[in-house]
Structures are given as C-alpha cells and as structure tokens.
C-alpha cells in the first residue's frame, strides 16, 4: 500500500510518479474531493510536466464518477487555478508538484473561492480515507466534462487590479523556469509599457536550464546575467507552478522578498488606508516598521499560506507577504499571485521617472539578514529547548518554533521543518557583524 502519510502533505498531495503517486490514486483523490467539499460541480488545471495530463484525466474521471461536474480549464499557473476557483465560485483542483524535481507531481486543492484545503482542513482527512480504503462508490449520476480556456479573463483580471498605462518603458527580463510563466507571462504583460526579454519561456516539464525553484539562488544566476548583460530595468523569477515571483535589480542584485513585502505593503496601504496587512515570523522587521509607519496594522503569521490566508480572512487584510517570495492579495480572493505582486512591482518602478529598482527598494531594506540555514538535528524539540533556556532573559516566543528578540533590531527565528529532522535558522541584525555574531552564538548552541 502506498506511503500516505508521506504522499499527503501539510499544504498539498505530492510524490514520485510513478512509484508514490499515480493515476489509479489521483483517481481516488479526486472521488475524495467530491465527498470532502460536497460540490457538485468543480474546475481543474495542469501544469506542464509530462505526466500533467494523465493524472488531470485521472482526477477529473474520480470527480466526475462521484457525480459532479467538470470544467478543465487546461493550461495554467496555480494561481491560475485560483482566479478560475475564485471568480467561478467553484472548489478547484491544481494538477502540478511546484518547484519538484521532474520525476514528481501532484495536486493543491481549494474549496470555492480560493480557499485553502490544508492538512488541517481537509488535507488530513483524505489520508485517512485513503488509508482505509474508504472511497465512495460510484454515483447513481455521473457528471459531465467541460473545457473552458480563461487565460484571457484571468490576464484581464490582473491588469485590471494594477494600472501601469502611464508608466515609462521598462526592460523586464522574466526566467519562466520552463514552468508555467511561460505560457501566463505573454497573457498578462502584453500591451503594457514593457519591453520583455523572455528567459526559458518553453514549456517543458524535465527542467532542462535549472531547477524552477528561484528560492536557490543557484537557479538565479542565468537570470542575473542576461539582466546586466542586456541593461534591463528589472528581472523577474518565477517557480515551477507560477505562484512564486521573486526580484532581480538592474545590477543583477536579487531583492529581498521582505523589501517586496514593504514595497507592496505601503502601496495597498495608500489604497486601503488602515488596512491590516499579513507577514510571517521571518520576514524582515523592516516590513513591520514600513507598515506601522504607513498607517497599517502588521499581523505576525506562522510560515504557510494555509496560516497566512486563515489570518487575513480574520482581519479583513489587504495584502500578505512571505519571505518565501509568496505574496497575498485581498483583490485575488486571499490567494497568491506572484504574477500581480510582479505588476505591483513594475509599476511602483515605472511610475518614478529615472528611479533604478535598487535605489527604489533600498528605503524597505534596513537590516541584514543570514538567509534561511537548515540542520540536521537528532532531537528537534530538546534543540529549541535548550536554545531557549540560553536566551530565557530576552523576549522569545513560540509562535512557529522559538523567535527571540535580542531588541535594536537583532533577532533570530529556529523552526522545525513539517517534513524532516531538521531545523531552519534565520537571524536579522542591524550589520553584518552583530547578524554574523548572533547567527554563530546560535549555531555554536545547535552543535
């Protein structure tokens, strides 16, 4: 019997293909969807990789066989499927595994209107299911299969949200990762004031640049060049799914996604003055600072879009940043959207007349960050504790694993991974020298 337990992660269904995940599963999946949401009628997508369609099939022949209704919107990014999921009021399937490795695939499930189904939502009680072999029989009615293109009304959607129409004209280097991008990128950006130099726009699920994955800087490089190499105004990468979007400056420099989170922050503050506005533990206290200091309230989220989306709903908030280059908006159903966190960038750039990205970032860039530093640790819990009792004298807390406060602007955060014995380390300081000396105190700790 397959591994569920490992198959079915906190945030989505994720595995090898054929050796953990396949079509016979994705079929049961998608009976499962049916009987957990109730829904009678549902809309799915794919990304590209070459099992993509196979298992779509799959899991639109398990929805349909439980008596719902199919629309297939084909081709697309995640969020994607979430503009589908959204403006069709329709719980969603997203057939794609992200930034994996080619081998693998999977599916991200919402309920209507973008709403996250996470392992504490839903997630959870799938597995079970499939672990018990409890899948419902086939229904009296079978439903139907629609497809319905809506790239279109989803580039639409997105242009309609961010106004560059009179903006100058901007270089924009954009790296699709052979992902996703490729085919949404063209949709969204055409007619706008951009001269785009596309960078592995072709469609190919082997990944055969790199890996889609811009949170290794790694996979940056490619970018970075053909940036300075071409003098552009910008670059933009995206994951493998098209969810993610992280940020090249004109000197080939990658942004913070933290000063993205203040650049943003601050401009949806201008349009919803007072507005609360999401981030997770480790993003940049630069953000916050921006945010308070713009007339917002900042609300502190454990790191996960099922937290960070749970949170804005419960505060009304505009926009929701993580560090991890994934970005919300109250406008997109709460959902993420590295495409119009692109938009909103591009047009906080191209509204300043001769402003290169560096200089415009550099106001929501205060401090000096480690990066994120995963260990392997034997006892995770004993590690926090101890790393704890070390700092007992300073503000701490638990939020999402321990977060200590040192004050004037050094803290540091040590989360468990969901997946594997390890901890993950991020450390922030006023300079290079008080983060390298906190961020060595702590690992002299852990070893």
Not at 143 to 166: I, K, P, Q
Not at 182 to 188: E, F, K, L, Q, R
Request: with cysteine.
């Amino acid at each position: 019997m397959p591994d569920y337990s490992r198959l079915v992660k906190a945030y989505d269904i994720r595995g090898e293909v054929p050796s953990q995940l396949n079509a016979d599963i994705l079929g049961r999946v998608g009976a499962l969807f049916i009987r957990l949401t109730r829904a009678e009628h549902i809309v799915i997508a794919r990304d590209m990789r070459s099992t993509s369609p196979e298992l779509a099939e799959a899991f639109a022949a398990g929805a349909i066989g439980a008596g719902a209704d199919v629309i297939d919107a084909g081709l697309g990014s995640t969020d994607y499927l979430y503009y589908c999921s959204g403006s069709l009021g329709l719980p969603g399937a997203m057939i794609t595994a992200s930034h994996n490795p080619a081998r693998d695939n999977g599916v991200k499930l919402c309920r209507a209107g973008a709403a996250p189904i996470g392992e504490d939502t839903g997630l959870a009680q799938i597995r079970t299911w499939l672990e018990t072999d409890d899948i419902p029989a086939p229904a009296a009615t079978t439903g139907s299969l629609t497809r319905r293109e809506m790239l279109a009304d989803y580039a639409s959607h997105l242009n309609s949200l961010v106004d560059l129409s009179g903006n100058r004209r901007l270089k924009v280097v954009a790296d699709a990762g052979n992902g996703m991008a490729g085919h949404t990128a063209p949709a969204v950006l055409a007619g706008l004031p951009i001269e785009l130099v596309p960078l592995y726009f072709t469609l190919d699920g082997t990944f055969p640049n790199h890996e889609a994955n811009p949170l290794d800087p790694k996979n940056l490089t490619d970018l970075q060049q053909l940036v300075t190499q071409c003098g552009a105004d910008i670059g933009l990468a995206f994951d493998g799914d098209a969810d993610r979007c992280f940020f090249i400056d004109e000197k080939g420099q990658a942004v913070s996604p933290s000063a993205i989170v203040g650049l943003v922050g601050a401009r949806e503050l201008i349009r919803n003055p007072g507005s609360a506005i999401v981030h997770n533990v480790i993003t940049s206290a630069a953000a916050v600072e921006i945010i308070r200091e713009h007339g917002g309230t900042p609300v502190r989220s454990r790191v996960g879009h099922s937290f960070m989306k749970a949170l804005m709903a419960d505060h009304d908030a505009v926009f929701g940043g993580e560090h991890s280059g994934h970005y919300y908006f109250r406008d997109f159903w709460r959902a993420d959207t590295g495409m119009l966190a692109a938009l909103h960038v591009l047009a906080a750039l191209g509204e300043q007349d001769e402003c290169t990205l560096s200089e415009l970032v550099a106001e929501y860039s205060r401090y000096v960050a480690s990066g994120e530093i995963s260990l392997e640790v034997a006892d995770v819990t004993g590690a926090l504790d101890e790393v704890e009792a070390a700092f007992r004298h300073v503000e701490a807390d638990r939020l999402d694993g321990l977060t200590v406060n040192l004050g004037d602007g050094r803290w540091f955060n040590l989360r468990p991974s969901n997946t594997e014995p390890l901890l993950r380390l991020n450390v922030e300081a006023f300079d290079e020298q008080s983060m390298t000396t906190l961020r060595d105190e702590v690992l002299a700790l852990l070893r």
